[in-house]
């Protein structure tokens, strides 16, 4: 048998069993109604949660940076890729953040791998909860530490595996912020408690979590008030931009520059996008005005769903699950949606576990009153037509 034989038919598969994906054509910028292969529709799926990916402010950032420094870095930051807009956004995190110091990856993906693949140790483990974002699982499997598993946000089992590993020299906890899939928010507080008790570190992922939660907006952190010992993050949610980073102590970072090898290895992000970033971050800092439009939007649509009879899983987050249940249901109701205008995809396993296809929606302090009422018009009336509530 050749390869695209073989190939092809594990796609049938994937087809029969509900779970195939193909892309969707964005033609227009970054805004709640956009053009998706040729067609307007209201988007709710974006993670662009302060609406910062198209604000001018950023765009003139970028494009007066481009002038100066051209298009790409032409390398890695070891070699030709490191700028001053490199440094400067690095420090912006750090004060944001309120950590020594902080790095920047091509993308969170990156710096969740190079952290966990590069920092715990043979005869370390990783305790890892149940719904960590692919990256982390990726980060954990490249490790040479051990891996175990505890259930999701479930801080009993947590410390069962805590007891159940004290013999490992060293043990860290890796962990979203807010889980990306779920919308529910890691109780930080007691992990970094647990961690003090037990002899642990700390890694929290706050992708979905920089720029919304926390009174000025700096995560999970904040939100609990603790300091984890290793934070990672990105910008291309709420900052709107691309690209991740960690921040934590001087030596921390010290340390992955001269051993992260998703750091050592490779481009550097381009100076425009640096520069956008560092745009963002003062923005968010100005002003809590997004962060109270977003909440706003996020309780509205909430509230209404579980109104209307919808299980809807997650905390006060933007990401709002509506539980379908069998992925070929979560298509068709996508699909509906779709026909009405509004763009919020179907997950379904792998991404989520069997049983649990969703609809999930995501929010953004941009969506105004109009486009949020005929959400949950469409909610309503999709639901009576499938009799899903």
Known sequence: MGLDEWLSQKIEKTKEAGLYRKFRTMNTAPLPEMVIDGRSQIVFSSNNYLGLANDQRLVYAAETTLHEFGVGSSGSRLTTGHTDWHQKL???IARFKQTEAALLFSSGFLANVGVLSSLPEKGDVILSDQFNHASIIDGCRL?????????????????????????????????????SMDGTIAPLDQMVRLA???????????????????????????????YPDVVIGTLSKAIGTEGGFVAGSKVLIDFLLNHARTFIFQTAMPPSICAASH?????????????????????????????????????????IPVIIGDPKDAVIFAEKLQENGIYAP?????????GESRIRLTVTSAHGSKEIDYLLECFHFIGKELNMI
């Open 346 to 354: 179907a997950i379904r396993p792998p991404t989520v576990p069997n």
């Open 90 to 92: 690095e420090e912006k």
């Open 143 to 179: 490790s040479k530490a051990d891996t175990v598993v505890y259930n999701h946000i479930d801080m009993n089992h947590l410390e069962e595996k805590l007891k159940e590993t004290a013999s490992y020299q060293r043990r860290f906890i890796v962990t979203d912020g807010v889980f």
């Open 196 to 226: 003090k008790q037990y002899d642990a570190y700390v890694i929290v992922d706050d992708a979905h979590a920089t720029g919304v939660l926390g009174e000025k907006g700096r995560g999970t952190s904040e939100y609990f008030g603790v």
């Open 279 to 319: 745009t963002a971050l003062e923005i968010i800092e100005e002003s809590n005005e997004k962060r109270q439009l977003l909440f706003s939007n996020v309780n509205k649509i909430k509230n209404s769903l579980e109104e209307m009879g919808y299980k809807v899983k997650g905390d006060l987050t933007p990401i």
